[in-house]
Structure formats: C-alpha cells, structure tokens
C-alpha cells in the first residue's frame, strides 16, 4: 500500500428479515426449478423484506447486532458510510436516516454510497482513508439491500438471484495495527447496460419504459465480466500488497453465484473451501452479500482475530473493488 493505514475493523453485525422465499416458492410464481437455481447458483432461499420495512429499518437492525455483539459503544463515531442501490428516498440518504433515528450529535458526518456489490469493499476504504488520513476517528460501515423492491417476480431471469439483508462493520482509528494491508479498485463504465435498474433515464432500456425501478441483467456478460476481471484484480492486489495468495486466511468475494465464486478460486490459486459465502440462504443481496458472509464465519467461529482476509466486490457499474484487511 502507498501509505500505512492506522485504520481496523473492530466490529460487525448484521440483519435479516425474517420471511424466506425458497426456490419451490419461486416454481409456484415462474417456469423454473429448484433443481435448475441450485445448479446454476448455489441459492436454496433467500430473505425478503415486508411491505412496510425498508433499508433504514434493516441498516439500523444490524447496527443494533453489531452494538450487543461486540459490546461496544457508537455514540462517539463520527462518520455514517450506507452503501446502497436501494435507498429508502433519493433524499435524504439512508445514512442522514439513521443518525437522526440514532439521535447522534450534529457533528457526525453522512455519506451513502453506490458502488453496487463492490459497495462494502468500496466503503470501507472510504473509511480507511478518512480514518488514516487524521479525518475520521471511528466510521460506522454499513451495506445494506432491499432488493426484493426493485425486482420484477414475472422474470425468472432475475427473481432467483437476489434478496434483502444487511451487514455493518465498525472501523476505528489504531495507532498501533495495520488493519488494511492492501487495496485495489476498478470499473468498465461502457458496460453499465449489463446490469441496471431503470431510473429517470430508459437509455438502456426503452423498450422496458412501464417498468421503471425494475432490476435488468445480462446474465453471462456479467458473468464472464466477473471470472476474468476479478482473477486479474485480485493478482493486482497481492501484488500491490507484496502479498501471495497463501497468505489469505479466508477468501470474501461476492456472493452472487457459487459456480462463479469456485471458478474464481480455482483461477486464484486457493482452495473453495477457503471461500465464505452468504448466497446459499440469502441470495444475492449486493453490496451486504460480504459482510453477510462474514458474519456468518463469525457466528461459527470460523473467523479468527488475526486472520487475514481477501474481500472483493463486483456488480452493477460494472464495479469491482478489494482490499486485503487483518481481522
Ligand atoms: N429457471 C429456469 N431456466 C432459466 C432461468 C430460471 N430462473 N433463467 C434462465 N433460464 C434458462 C434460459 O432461458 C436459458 O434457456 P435456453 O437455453 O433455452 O435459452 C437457460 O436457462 C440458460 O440461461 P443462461 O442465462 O445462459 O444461464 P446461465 O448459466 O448463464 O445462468 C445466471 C444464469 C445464473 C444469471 C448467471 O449468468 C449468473 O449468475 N450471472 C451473474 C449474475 C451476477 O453475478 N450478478 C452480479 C451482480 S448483481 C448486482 O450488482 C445488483
């Protein structure tokens, strides 16, 4: 890394909402099978959110985890990070939502985020830089999706894949660790029309005008996006860390497809079994799919202070991002 971060990760939480969509729900709405989702990504279930809950409420549920878990206090951050493509408004952010629903002072700074699933990798070396940089003391982190409200259930293209959770890391100032030992990002604009949600403009796609706020994707263009480009920036990251691949502890990338993620590390070099994942019970839920994973390695004691993790992010942009972190 060009400078020493003096930023680390101290703590996490996360949320799920509480009904499960499986894919035998999902034969009963489309012309699909359990058996053909399973194959072709990994996902058994996923968590959808009810009507009245929104990416606020799930945001400020995994704050709440992430508080009663590590014991710690947040009454003295600084700095709210949301990332999200499924804000509650346009504006205010969900970040402004929540430290007014926290009640926290008029100093702490807010910022969301749209870096899609890369959004998690992308904040916390927003976080980093803030905090390495003498900015920010102590960042609240969180990634956050409903994506079941910008999903279309009539297309079997996209209403396997994704889910609602959220996931929050708490990122404070160690004058004494280095938390961060690497990081590394990148993004092919051009190929925006991969993957997208309609909005105000239907550049991408006219013909899809009357289905505005609708998730649309090229399912193998991103897929072929993701199994080349993340091998490359991943060997861009170790080597920008003075790092190898035996190094990593435990591989983090995003949980969008198990077939994806087993190519990838078999091109990286480490073991699937190295690999923590979060799709096979929530789906791809975008930028939450990593801390969900690690969570879950958290809460079954996988995840070791001291372990080394390799975190990289990739979706809608198309963006990718990693960063190399000691937990
Ligand atoms: N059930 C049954 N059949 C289906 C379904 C379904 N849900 N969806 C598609 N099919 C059919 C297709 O119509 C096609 O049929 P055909 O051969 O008769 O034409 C066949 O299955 C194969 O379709 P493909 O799209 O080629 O299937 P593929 O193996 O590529 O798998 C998938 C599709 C799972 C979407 C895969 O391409 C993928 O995971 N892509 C990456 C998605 C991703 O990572 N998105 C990331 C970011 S998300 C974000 O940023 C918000």
């Given at each position: 890394?060009?400078?020493?971060s003096r930023?680390?990760?101290?703590?996490?939480g996360?949320?799920i909402p509480e009904k499960?969509?499986?894919?035998?729900?999902?034969?009963k709405?489309?012309?699909?099978s359990?058996?053909?989702?399973?194959q072709?990504?990994?996902i058994k279930?996923r968590?959808?959110s009810?009507?009245?809950?929104?990416t606020?409420?799930?945001?400020?549920k995994?704050?709440?985890?992430?508080?009663?878990r590590?014991?710690?206090t947040i009454?003295?951050?600084?700095?709210?990070i949301?990332?999200?493509i499924?804000?509650?408004?346009?504006?205010p952010?969900?970040?402004?939502?929540?430290?007014g629903?926290?009640?926290?002072p008029?100093?702490?700074?807010?910022?969301?985020?749209?870096?899609?699933?890369a959004?998690f990798?992308?904040?916390?070396q927003v976080?980093n830089?803030?905090?390495?940089?003498g900015q920010?003391?102590k960042?609240l982190?969180v990634?956050?999706?409903?994506l079941?409200?910008?999903?279309?259930y009539?297309?079997?293209d996209?209403?396997?894949?994704?889910?609602?959770?959220?996931?929050?890391?708490?990122v404070?100032?160690?004058?004494?660790t280095?938390g961060?030992?690497?990081?590394?990002?990148g993004s092919?604009?051009?190929?925006?029309?991969?993957?997208?949600?309609?909005?105000?403009?239907?550049?991408?796609?006219?013909?899809?005008?009357d289905?505005?706020n609708?998730l649309f994707?090229d399912?193998?263009?991103v897929?072929n996006?993701a199994?080349?480009t993340?091998?490359?920036?991943?060997k861009?990251?170790?080597?920008?860390?003075?790092?190898?691949?035996?190094?990593?502890?435990?591989?983090?990338?995003?949980?969008?497809?198990?077939?994806?993620?087993?190519?990838?590390c078999d091109?990286?070099?480490?073991?699937?079994?190295?690999?923590l994942?979060?799709?096979?019970?929530f789906?791809?839920?975008?930028s939450a799919?990593i801390?969900?994973?690690?969570?879950?390695?958290?809460?079954?004691?996988?995840?070791?202070?001291?372990d080394?993790l390799?975190?990289?992010?990739?979706?809608?942009?198309?963006?990718?991002a990693?960063?190399?972190i000691?937990w």
């Open positions: 890394m060009d400078f020493q930023a680390k990760v101290t703590a996490l996360a949320y499960k969509l499986t894919n035998h729900n999902l034969e709405m489309v012309d699909t359990d058996e053909w989702i399973i072709r990504t990994g279930e968590r959808i009810d009507d009245t809950e929104f606020s409420d799930l945001a400020y995994a704050i709440e985890d992430l508080v009663e590590f014991s710690v009454d003295d951050i600084d700095l709210i949301v990332a999200t499924t804000p509650d408004y346009r504006t952010s969900v970040s402004a939502v929540i430290q629903r926290m009640n926290l008029e100093t702490v700074g807010v910022l969301d985020l749209n870096a899609a699933c959004g990798v992308y904040a916390l976080a830089g803030m905090i390495t940089t920010s003391q960042v982190v990634s956050v999706e409903e079941s409200k910008i999903t279309d009539t297309d079997r996209t209403c396997v894949l994704f889910g609602d959770g959220a996931g929050a890391a708490l404070e100032y160690n004058q004494k280095t961060f030992l690497g990081t590394y990002y092919d604009g051009k190929s925006g029309n991969k993957l997208y949600c309609t909005g105000l403009s239907d550049q991408f796609g006219p013909e899809k005008v289905r505005k609708y994707q399912g193998r263009a897929y996006f199994i080349k993340i091998p490359r920036g991943i861009a990251l170790l080597e920008k860390s003075d790092m190898t691949i035996d190094h990593i502890d435990w591989f983090v990338p995003h949980s969008a497809n198990l077939r994806m993620i087993h190519s990838i091109k990286i070099g480490i073991s699937r079994e190295k690999a994942t979060s799709l096979e019970y789906g791809n839920t975008s799919t801390p969900l994973a690690l969570w879950l390695a958290l809460k079954d004691d996988r995840l070791k202070r001291g080394k390799l975190l990289y992010g990739f979706g809608g942009g198309l963006t990718h990693g960063v190399i000691e």
